[in-house]
């Protein structure tokens, strides 16, 4: 191994100890191996390395004037015998020869007069580039200034050159102190990279980077350090683009366009006082950006990110146990630990690393939900009704849907049909004749679904008898009270499996027998799980809530929840949170498609999205907005109606329903995707990257997605457009509105629309050249 002089006066010593090297850095040190510059002797000191790193190279002269001797002897010999004339010649050439060798003697010793006093005036040494160690063909790294830099790509060396090869630049170990950066002990082995870090206070800080024998392109990374130290890694933003995480209040995509203060990792319901800051509903530690890298995040990390916060221009994870994760109740012993776990892979671009992550992370469902809900609308009775429903607003909703003949998958009764939270029956004040009610339903053609929540209301009937199976507070394990907008209550512990039996068999199976199709899971989220909340079981995280939650709702084929963690193996409808009901990208429409396309991308393909027009909770949306939202919501899964065509005009009334004409005639295409997913995991609703994932436009490309691999959709999602501008992406397309105009693009570009309220613009692919392995 070798020592390299960085930064002139600062050395790093690298010894040799069998198949692994340790290396003893100071601040603002470079440490690589196989430099030609110095070789430092096992174990030697750092006064001893610097002694041999400055000493001056002088060559032995002495030989070669001896050697130089001995040739001019031979050189001058007279040869006897020789015939004078020879003579001669030999002394005319020796003459020359001397002359010559004055010549350069001259020369020799101008040029020296010149050169030497240069060699003893004050200048740096020039020493070639400083480049970070290589401890493996995918990753270099460096302490300098006080900060530990990691470079990931498919060749360092190759990226260490050309810049637009690194896949992923970090910084870690952010808030580790100045002084334990100095005092780094560095192990190496073939698979393993292992630094220690000490500090006084905080004490001993290990980083371990393990290479994975089953997948070579990845990385585990684990930080252990004292329970109560805070382990920060942060990685660069401002040279890719990043997908992935799940709901957010501001739902840009990409998701480093957005920006958010480090924020617990944990689902949350954002709509709730609109709480921005907050992650939402359906969450997956899976992060991909478009240089090719990947990471997933370990599920006992107390996981907090932030993103571009302070206008940093990174994005960074956060292990810290004090937080919100410290409301989960729990011993915690004298020696606990704190740790931030994930792993990083790299690929060649982001559709390989994609496929990559979720192959080897996310567990694909065995079957589907009931697809038979993608073939006609929903409809709702929320935000028209909000919680004032009876028996009369739902049939007389049913009426008005088969008076405007539109098509139906069900109605949805939603609000306060129960005279409390928690009852799981019907108010008879409301509902006098619920069988009679259902009846005719049936025979108008209507599925019912009913919301329900894991909420038992203080006041309910069912209060007492629920109480064993909600959640406990506590070391005593009393039973917890949560507050949430309806009122106090129990939550029923959705991560004891007894619990799902009872909610499932006492509560909702009495609606099945009254004819209920399925049912809408409203909430789930770990913000209304009550202060000093305990579990049944072990889990890894308070999120494992949201999880089990989705288990207990796929008992139902036709169900659907709002919140989810690490639950892609459930064959469940997930819904979108609610939305504001304005354009913006602030939970308005605009979130819309960077939703659909964020859950999709995370293994959540059966997506509903919020109701056409949102929930109204401020005004009511005005007619641009309502069909503008219809025209995209057509492409999506699911479509669901509560403000309806007719509280418009009739204008609105044709113009939805040729909206669903053309959605009609893509269900096809939607069904197939969703029956295919359990086995390949290509989501029906697909980001332009999924298949040009090296085109810029392609990644950033907010408002387009392509549905299943035929067809382009690029909806009007702002106000007042006349002129609308698509990306189109290299292939042969087909217009599917106006003239269906032939567009063979060589290369992607933007073209331009006139548009009018009644204009949809999507496009179907013909061929496409550059859908090739190597771009997949």
């Given at each position: 191994?070798?020592?390299?002089?960085?930064?002139?006066?600062?050395?790093?010593?690298?010894?040799?100890?069998?198949?692994?090297?340790?290396?003893?850095?100071?601040?603002?040190?470079?440490?690589?191996?196989?430099?030609?510059?110095?070789?430092?002797?096992?174990?030697?000191?750092?006064?001893?390395?610097?002694?041999?790193?400055?000493?001056?190279?002088?060559?032995?002269?002495?030989?070669?004037?001896?050697?130089?001797?001995?040739?001019?002897?031979?050189?001058?010999q007279?040869?006897?015998?020789?015939?004078?004339?020879?003579?001669?010649?030999?002394?005319?050439?020796?003459v020359?020869?001397?002359?010559?060798?004055?010549?350069?003697?001259?020369?020799?010793?101008?040029?020296?007069?010149?050169?030497?006093?240069?060699?003893?005036?004050e200048?740096?040494?020039?020493?070639?580039?400083?480049?970070?160690?290589?401890?493996?063909?995918?990753?270099?790294?460096?302490?300098?200034?006080?900060?530990?830099?990691?470079?990931?790509?498919?060749?360092?060396?190759?990226?260490?050159?050309?810049?637009?090869?690194?896949?992923?630049?970090?910084?870690?170990?952010?808030?580790?102190?100045?002084?334990?950066?100095?005092?780094?002990?560095?192990?190496?082995?073939?698979?393993?990279?292992?630094?220690?870090?000490?500090?006084?206070?905080?004490?001993?800080?290990?980083?371990e980077?393990?290479?994975?024998?089953?997948?070579?392109?990845?990385?585990?990374?684990?930080?252990?350090?004292?329970?109560?130290?805070?382990?920060?890694d942060?990685?660069?933003?401002?040279?890719?683009?990043?997908?992935?995480?799940?709901?957010?209040?501001?739902?840009?995509?990409?998701?480093?366009?957005?920006?958010?203060?480090?924020?617990?990792?944990?689902?949350?319901?954002?709509?709730?006082?609109?709480?921005?800051?907050?992650?939402?509903?359906?969450?997956?530690?899976?992060?991909?950006?478009?240089?090719?890298?990947?990471?997933?995040?370990?599920?006992?990390?107390?996981?907090?990110?932030?993103?571009?916060?302070?206008?940093?221009?990174?994005?960074?994870?956060?292990a810290?146990?004090?937080?919100?994760?410290?409301?989960m109740?729990?011993?915690?012993?004298?020696?606990?630990?704190?740790?931030?776990?994930?792993?990083?892979?790299?690929?060649?671009?982001?559709?390989?690393?994609?496929?990559?992550?979720?192959?080897?992370?996310?567990?694909?469902?065995?079957?589907?939900?009931?697809l038979?809900?993608?073939k006609?609308?929903?409809?709702?009775?929320?935000?028209?009704?909000?919680?004032?429903?009876?028996?009369s607003?739902?049939?007389?909703?049913?009426?008005?849907?088969?008076?405007?003949?539109?098509?139906?998958?069900?109605?949805?009764?939603e609000?306060?049909?129960?005279?409390?939270?928690?009852?799981?029956?019907?108010?008879?004040?409301?509902?006098?004749?619920?069988?009679?009610?259902?009846?005719?339903?049936?025979?108008?053609?209507?599925?019912?679904?009913?919301?329900?929540?894991?909420?038992?209301?203080?006041?309910?009937?069912?209060?007492?008898?629920?109480?064993?199976?909600g959640?406990?507070?506590?070391?005593?394990?009393?039973?917890?009270?949560?507050?949430?907008?309806?009122?106090?209550?129990?939550?029923?512990?959705?991560?004891?499996?007894?619990?799902?039996?009872?909610?499932?068999?006492?509560?909702?199976?009495?609606?099945?027998?009254?004819?209920?199709?399925?049912?809408?899971?409203?909430?789930?989220?770990?913000?209304?799980?009550?202060?000093?909340?305990?579990?049944?079981?072990?889990?890894?995280?308070?999120?494992?809530?949201?999880?089990?939650?989705?288990?207990?709702?796929?008992?139902?084929k036709l169900?659907?929840?709002?919140?989810?963690?690490?639950?892609?193996?459930?064959?469940?409808?997930?819904?979108?949170?609610?939305?504001?009901?304005?354009?913006?990208?602030?939970?308005?429409?605009?979130?819309?498609?960077?939703?659909?396309l964020?859950?999709?991308?995370?293994?959540?393909?059966?997506?509903?999205?919020?109701?056409?027009?949102?929930?109204?909770?401020?005004?009511?949306p005005?007619?641009?907005?309502?069909?503008?939202?219809?025209?995209?919501?057509?492409?999506?899964?699911?479509?669901?109606?509560?403000?309806?065509?007719?509280?418009?005009d009739?204008?609105?009334?044709?113009?939805?329903?040729?909206?669903?004409?053309?959605?009609?005639?893509?269900?096809?295409?939607?069904?197939?995707?969703?029956?295919?997913?359990?086995?390949?995991?290509?989501?029906?609703?697909?980001p332009?990257?999924?298949?040009?994932?090296?085109?810029?436009?392609?990644?950033?490309?907010?408002?387009?997605?392509?549905?299943?691999?035929?067809?382009?959709?690029?909806?009007?999602?702002?106000?007042?457009?006349?002129?609308?501008?698509?990306?189109?992406?290299?292939?042969?397309?087909?217009?599917?509105?106006?003239?269906?105009?032939?567009?063979?693009?060589?290369?992607?570009?933007?073209?331009?629309y006139?548009?009018?309220?009644?204009?949809?613009?999507?496009?179907?692919?013909?061929s496409?050249?550059?859908?090739?392995?190597?771009?997949?």
């Amino acid at each position: 191994m070798s020592a390299y002089p960085g930064n002139n006066d600062k050395l790093s010593s690298i010894s040799e100890y069998g198949d692994y090297s340790t290396r003893t850095s100071l601040t603002g040190l470079s440490m690589f191996s196989g430099s030609p510059y110095s070789q430092s002797p096992s174990g030697g000191s750092l006064s001893t390395l610097a002694s041999v790193s400055t000493r001056s190279y002088q060559p032995n002269g002495s030989s070669q004037s001896s050697a130089s001797g001995g040739n001019n002897q031979i050189m001058t010999q007279r040869v006897r015998g020789a015939p004078k004339h020879n003579y001669e010649f030999c002394k005319k050439v020796r003459v020359s020869m001397a002359l010559l060798g004055i010549l350069v003697l001259v020369a020799a010793i101008f040029m020296l007069s010149f050169y030497l006093p240069k060699q003893y005036e004050e200048e740096p040494t020039v020493l070639p580039p400083e480049e970070p160690p290589l401890w493996d063909d995918m990753i270099s790294y460096k302490v300098q200034n006080n900060e530990l830099l990691f470079t990931f790509a498919q060749n360092v060396t190759s990226a260490l050159s050309n810049p637009t090869l690194i896949a992923l630049k970090a910084n870690f170990g952010v808030l580790l102190s100045a002084e334990s950066k100095e005092n780094i002990t560095i192990k190496e082995t073939n698979s393993t990279l292992r630094m220690t870090f000490l500090d006084k206070e905080t004490g001993k800080t290990t980083l371990e980077i393990e290479k994975s024998d089953e997948y070579p392109q990845c990385f585990e990374v684990k930080w252990t350090t004292k329970y109560q130290n805070k382990l920060d890694d942060c990685f660069d933003i401002i040279s890719s683009h990043w997908y992935g995480l799940g709901e957010v209040f501001t739902q840009k995509w990409p998701l480093d366009k957005a920006k958010f203060e480090m924020t617990p990792f944990l689902t949350a319901d954002f709509i709730d006082e609109y709480i921005s800051t907050q992650f939402g509903g359906v969450l997956e530690p899976f992060l991909i950006n478009s240089r090719g890298a990947g990471i997933y995040i370990d599920d006992h990390v107390p996981l907090h990110i932030s993103m571009d916060e302070n206008d940093s221009k990174k994005m960074c994870l956060r292990a810290d146990p004090t937080t919100e994760y410290s409301r989960m109740y729990k011993e915690v012993p004298s020696n606990a630990t704190n740790v931030l776990k994930y792993t990083i892979c790299v690929e060649e671009n982001i559709k390989k690393v994609h496929k990559l992550l979720f192959d080897r992370f996310i567990e694909k469902p065995v079957s589907t939900p009931d697809l038979e809900v993608m073939k006609s609308p929903i409809w709702s009775t929320w935000v028209r009704y909000k919680r004032e429903v009876n028996q009369s607003i739902v049939l007389s909703m049913a009426e008005q849907i088969n008076k405007y003949k539109f098509e139906k998958s069900h109605i949805q009764i939603e609000g306060h049909y129960s005279k409390n939270y928690g009852d799981f029956a019907f108010d008879t004040d409301k509902f006098e004749n619920v069988p009679q009610m259902l009846d005719l339903l049936t025979t108008w053609g209507f599925k019912v679904t009913l919301t329900v929540s894991p909420f038992i209301n203080l006041q309910s009937t069912n209060f007492i008898k629920s109480v064993d199976f909600g959640i406990k507070v506590g070391e005593k394990n009393v039973p917890g009270i949560s507050r949430w907008w309806n009122g106090l209550a129990i939550m029923i512990d959705t991560t004891n499996p007894k619990a799902q039996d009872f909610f499932i068999n006492t509560f909702l199976e009495s609606f099945k027998k009254l004819r209920i199709s399925g049912f809408k899971f409203d909430i789930g989220e770990t913000n209304y799980l009550p202060e000093g909340y305990k579990f049944n079981r072990d889990v890894p995280n308070p999120n494992y809530y949201s999880k089990t939650y989705v288990q207990m709702a796929s008992h139902y084929k036709l169900s659907e929840v709002r919140a989810a963690y690490k639950a892609q193996m459930y064959p469940t409808f997930v819904r979108m949170l609610d939305r504001t009901s304005y354009w913006k990208i602030e939970n308005g429409l605009l979130s819309v498609v960077t939703t659909a396309l964020t859950l999709s991308i995370l293994g959540y393909p059966y997506i509903v999205p919020d109701m056409v027009g949102g929930n109204a909770y401020i005004q009511k949306p005005n007619k641009e907005l309502y069909v503008r939202w219809t025209q995209l919501s057509v492409f999506l899964p699911c479509i669901q109606f509560s403000i309806t065509p007719w509280d418009y005009d009739d204008e609105v009334v044709g113009l939805v329903r040729h909206a669903l004409e053309i959605r009609k005639n893509l269900t096809g295409i939607m069904i197939d995707a969703a029956k295919k997913f359990p086995e390949t995991g290509e989501p029906i609703i697909r980001p332009l990257w999924w298949y040009w994932p090296k085109e810029h436009n392609a990644l950033v490309a907010s408002t387009q997605f392509m549905l299943s691999d035929k067809y382009l959709i690029a909806p009007v999602v702002h106000l007042n457009i006349v002129s609308h501008a698509v990306y189109i992406p290299p292939g042969v397309w087909e217009e599917q509105w106006g003239e269906r105009q032939i567009l063979n693009m060589t290369t992607g570009n933007h073209l331009h629309y006139n548009v009018t309220l009644h204009d949809i613009c999507y496009f179907k692919l013909l061929s496409n050249l550059t859908m090739t392995d190597d771009m997949s």
